[in-house]
């Protein structure tokens, strides 16, 4: 996995639910590990308890939006799985549960909407909940981009 883009953001300066996202390198690396349970806790605890946490986003969140999206526009996860569905399916249900805070934190619309062009590529995945997220992500994005 090429880490420039995350080897780029000064992540100590940036928090999640549990303070400086000191951690997110590590997460971000275990969303494409070969270890399952970590690709499982990289999901459920650090992307849905630490960057996006009970609906709250915290200065971590643009960041790892874009490096989210990143690994799914140049990493082959197509047989990557966590918590018993496509990893690609988790991915962007995360991009877009941040989405939906956009009006309230104009950073996170920025970042969200750079994984618009992706959306196309899953809007006829297999997995119908994957094809439902990439939806969701295309509409979102027709109205960032009008607004």
């Known amino acids: 996995m090429d880490t420039s883009l995350i080897d780029s953001i000064d992540w100590k300066n940036l928090v999640h639910a549990y ?4 951690d997110a390198p590590k997460e971000l690396a275990n969303l494409i ?6 690709r499982d806790d990289a ?6 308890s ?23 526009e140049t990493e082959d996860i197509s047989s990557l799985e966590t918590i018993g569905a496509p ?9 877009n549960i941040c989405a939906r805070t956009w009006r309230f934190v104009p950073e996170i619309g920025e970042a969200a909407f750079v994984g618009c062009n992706l959306c196309k590529d899953y809007l006829d995945h297999a997995d119908s909940k ?14 960032y981009e009008n607004s």
Do not use: M, W
């Open 50 to 72: 630490s960057a996006y946490h009970q609906g709250t986003v915290y200065s971590c969140t643009p960041s790892v939006i874009r490096c989210v999206i990143y690994i799914i």
């Open 130 to 143: 994957t094809s439902a997220y990439a939806k969701e992500l295309t509409d979102f994005c027709k109205v």
């Open 87 to 95: 990893l690609v399916r988790e991915l962007l249900c995360f991009v």
């Open 43 to 48: 999901v459920n605890g650090f992307l849905y």
């Open 19 to 22: 303070g400086p996202a000191i």
């Open 33 to 38: 590990g070969d270890d399952e349970d970590d």
